[in-house]
């Protein structure tokens, strides 16, 4: 057993596979999922986990070379998205369409089914190198 960090081995095997410049996506429960993606679907209830605690951990552990979210959240979700750009400020990060960020989902390593309904509550995360 791990003494701190992520618990969830499939998410830990995600985060230690993904490549340089592969996607993990962290997702509310209704992002449709493309067929031949991986699905992480660790949705519990209606907000359990939220998008913030899951995002946290992900974003502790894994190197992030850029962000994708829907521009969309900047009406639905202004907490969440201070949240992410303040995480990830050394960071860059681009908006888009939402309709344009589901085309990209089929791209996907992976996908991190949350419990978070806050629309739009969605994200791609680009992998990076630590070298």
Do not use: W
């Amino acid at each position: 057993m791990r003494k701190e960090g992520i618990l969830n081995t499939d998410i830990c095997y995600a985060i230690s596979s993904l490549g340089h410049t592969d996607y993990m996506v962290i997702a509310d429960p209704g992002l449709p999922i493309p067929e031949n993606v991986t699905v992480i679907d660790i949705s519990l209830v209606k907000g359990v986990p939220g998008f913030m605690e899951v995002f946290d951990a992900v974003t502790r552990e894994l190197v992030i070379d850029s962000y994708i979210y829907a521009e969309e959240i900047e009406a639905s979700g202004t907490e969440l998205l201070q949240h992410m750009q303040k995480r990830l400020s050394n960071v860059p990060g681009r908006k888009m369409p939402h309709e344009d960020l589901k085309d990209m989902l089929p791209k996907a390593k992976v996908i991190i089914r949350t419990g978070e309904c806050t629309p739009y509550a969605n994200v791609i995360l680009e992998g990076g190198v630590n070298f």
